[in-house]
């Protein structure tokens, strides 16, 4: 694991008679001398590092031996000494409380000397550095995975083994918000983006494939969109970083991330760290930069630029950073006083004068201090989610059978022939509805359309027209034409054959709709098993295709065919 400020990278170091990291100036490049100064104390080897956000020269370890250790990096620190062995560098304070293995630290964003540690014994301790006193537990069911604050430092946001998504409110030592997150079984990883009221997640469904999501914090029951399956790569994928050598970049944008590009490397990479926005290179153009190690041998640098041709300060690209000034101090945070960071203008440092602050445009979080109370009563009524399965038997019915269905196809299709083939001597009926078609006969209607009960049986023909008036003289012509025969006893006969008629036609309607639904269904199911079926052979491969596709294969030609 590697971390990295303006002056500083630390890199976790192999060394023996316990654990041990390395510091190295970034002003010094090149091949390092074969012994380094290394910060050593602990016992156990060093699983995770952490920078003071306001103090470039403090940095916190965690240990396998359960130990939370302070350091401070000497005035004019080098890894080129002139004694013959270098000098190690010791703690300046230890942090005892854990009873098992201390797996990540992480400094409060707003608070000075607010640090917080978990631990394998499921829980988080809030620690002042100043002090060396733990005030705060967080206590959690299985072990914690990653952890990550929110901007102002009163919310803490937690993924753990239980495949549980947690935001805590720290101050009063119980989550404002849990509920379920990635469902695999690896790790998943959480992340605060910045000012925003959302949380970025990473981690792996059951089918073992890498997924990232978007929540927002007042609502967090489930994913903004679902969850975005990435790849299916064994590697466990951080949110800033895929450990498969490459680096994929979004932007956050109308709560979804918008994939820009991809930085690939043909090296894997152990660890990755993003430098602060305060000590990026602004007449560079660069708006990011991280410092990755590769096959333990070496530190790569990564610069993100944006290529402009106007040597001027683009201020477009660069908003405000995070100065070294904290908002408020660890009694005042632990008081309950909040507050976000002041920023600094990076034209002042384009210019090459101190850096000048500037107002914040951020925004109390009205939304996260709402979430502790909806999300526990949302939880907390699930008759909305018992109503939604009740159409999923409906979907899930099994469709009928291709064979069952040809079966009854010719069945209700002899039913209809045999009705067509007893009125197969009124086919003249339709002959006289074509015969009739004269002119001469406008007064007849007047007469025939008061007395005669037709016109109601064309009605509801009539009515699928949005004009009340318009159906009113549309059936007449109709009405004219069927029954202004010059022989009544001939009009009289359609008449009596229309129910059968009807009804027949009723049948054949409600026959081809259940075709319809059939066919789309078997279109359906065709599709799906064509889509299992190819993705089981891009897993399997096709020289040990298994049972299970053969049988699908089968299906699906059989549901062709």
């Known amino acids: 694991m590697s971390l990295v400020n303006p002056e500083y990278l630390s890199v976790n170091w192999e060394a023996s008679g316990g654990g041990a990291f390395a510091v190295i100036p970034l002003n010094e490049k090149g091949r390092l001398p074969e012994q380094l100064p290394l910060f050593r104390g602990h016992t156990g080897p060093v699983l ?53 293995k201390v797996g990540q630290v992480l400094f409060n964003p707003a608070a000075s000397n607010i640090l917080a540690s978990a631990s394998g014994d499921y829980t988080i301790k809030l620690w002042d550095v100043g002090t060396g006193k733990s005030h705060l537990t967080l206590k959690h069911g299985d072990i914690v995975q990653s952890l990550s604050w929110n901007a102002n430092g009163t919310l803490l946001a937690t993924t753990s083994r239980d495949k549980k998504l947690r935001v805590w409110d720290v101050r009063q030592e119980k989550p404002a918000y849990e509920g379920p997150g990635h ?45 975005t399956v990435l790849d299916s790569i064994s590697g466990v994928c951080m949110p800033f970083w895929v450990s498969d050598g490459n680096i994929r970049y979004y932007e956050y944008e109308n709560d979804k991330f918008e994939f820009l590009s991809e930085y690939k490397s043909s090296d894997q990479q152990r660890g990755i760290a993003f430098l602060p926005r305060r000590g990026i290179n602004v007449h560079e153009n660069e708006v990011m930069r991280a410092y990755k190690t590769v096959n333990d041998t070496y530190v790569e640098p990564i610069s993100f630029t944006v290529p402009r041709r106007a040597e001027v300060f683009q201020s477009d690209i660069y908003p405000p950073a995070t100065g070294l000034k904290p908002a408020v101090t660890a009694e005042e945070w632990l008081a309950g006083k909040d507050g976000v960071p002041p920023k600094i203008d990076l034209e002042s440092v384009y210019e090459g004068n101190a850096p000048v602050e500037v107002p914040s445009d951020y925004k109390p979080p009205p939304a996260p201090a709402a979430a502790p109370a909806p999300s526990p009563t949302k939880a907390a009524a699930p008759p909305p989610a018992k109503k939604e399965p009740e159409p999923t038997p409906v979907q899930r019915a099994p469709p009928p ?4 269905q040809k079966g009854s196809i010719s069945a209700m299709a002899s039913k209809f022939q045999d009705e067509e083939e007893e009125e197969a001597d009124d086919n003249s009926s339709f002959e006289e509805i074509q015969k009739p078609i004269q002119k001469s006969v406008p007064a007849a209607a007047a007469r025939v359309e008061p007395t005669k009960t037709a016109p109601p049986k064309a009605a509801p023909v009539s009515q699928a027209t949005p004009n009340s008036q318009a159906p009113a003289a549309s059936p007449t012509p109709a009405t004219i034409q069927t029954s202004s025969g010059p022989i009544s006893a001939v009009g009289s006969q359609p008449s009596s054959n229309n129910p059968a008629v009807e009804s ?4 054949i309607k409600k026959l081809l709709e259940a075709q319809t639904k059939t066919i789309t269904a078997q279109t359906e199911k065709i599709g799906l098993l064509t889509q299992e079926v190819d993705t089981l052979k891009m897993r399997v491969g096709p020289g040990d295709q298994s049972e299970r596709i053969r049988q699908l294969e089968l299906e699906l030609e059989a549901a062709r065919s």
């Open 48 to 100: 995770d590092t952490d920078w003071n956000p306001f103090n470039d020269r403090i940095i916190a370890s965690g240990s396998d031996d359960g130990k939370v250790f302070i350091w401070q990096v000497p005035e004019g620190f080098s890894l080129y000494q002139d004694s013959e062995e270098p000098v190690d560098v010791a703690p300046v304070s230890k942090l005892a409380g854990h009873s098992r």
């Open 504 to 507: 027949s036609l009723a049948e």
């Open 401 to 404: 059978s291709i064979s069952e």
């Open 183 to 227: 469902t695999g079984a690896k790790n998943s990883r959480v992340v605060w983006l910045g000012e925003h009221n959302r949380l970025a997640t990473t981690g792996f469904s059951k089918m073992s494939d890498r997924q990232m999501a978007l929540w927002d914090v007042g609502n967090a029951r489930e994913p903004i969109g679902g969850f």
